[in-house]
């Protein structure tokens, strides 16, 4: 598989992309620095009104003041892969054994194709990312985590007083946006398995 093959580079990929590791749902970096990862909700600013627009500016000037530490702020835009999702209403299709719904079926299948004749349908996903660093080498990773989990709660609250839903991405997940980013033309054909992340916790092929 091109995913578990040895890199010919002479830095290894671990090293380029700058990662230690994912421990715990905590995303380790070098120079004793710590990630944890939010994935959140949007909403949508235009279809409030001039003053439900008004609160939610205050709202969120409360809540960038009320921050324990600084966040970065991730989209991603990534292109459904309709194909796919045609392919397994079809399968469905197959498995049927009444015409009528194989024939509602394909009328979706044929809408569908027509909606997006022409057109990329795009998705987003926003995520908050919340940082920790401290200067003690040897310091226990149960008290980075505590402190993480300290931000990470005042950060969700904020966020919920916005109107917002916001979950903590898992080591996993973590894994798989990685995985998204450094390789967007097999995202689409080729999804992260767990057998697979097994492999990347155990170093197999980097």
């Not at 995913?3 to 749902?25: A, F, N, P």
Request: hydrophobic letters at 35%.
């Amino acid at each position: 598989m091109w995913l578990l093959g040895k890199s010919k580079s002479k830095l290894s990929s671990r090293y380029q992309i700058r990662i230690k590791e994912v421990k715990d749902d905590v995303l380790i970096l070098p120079n004793n620095e710590y990630r944890v990862v939010l994935e959140t909700s949007s909403i949508n600013f235009e279809l409030k009104s001039e003053e439900e627009q008004d609160v939610l500016i205050d709202s969120f000037q409360n809540f960038l003041n009320s921050l324990p530490c600084e966040l970065q702020i991730l989209i991603r835009i990534r292109e459904v892969d309709i194909d796919r999702y045609l392919e397994q209403i079809s399968q469905t299709k197959n498995q049927e054994k009444i015409q009528i719904y194989k024939n509602q079926i394909s009328n979706y299948c044929q809408f569908i194709r027509n909606v997006v004749s022409g057109n990329k349908i795009l998705s987003r996903r926003f995520y908050v990312v919340i940082p920790y660093r401290h200067s003690e080498k040897n310091q226990d990773f149960h008290l980075i985590k505590e402190q993480l989990n300290l931000h990470k709660d005042i950060v969700q609250k904020g966020l919920e007083k916005l109107g917002m839903k916001a979950r903590l991405l898992s080591s996993l997940e973590i894994l798989d946006l990685f995985y998204s980013f450094y390789n967007p033309s097999q995202i689409k054909t080729q999804e992260l398995k767990g057998q697979t992340i097994q492999m990347l916790l155990q170093n197999t092929y980097v």
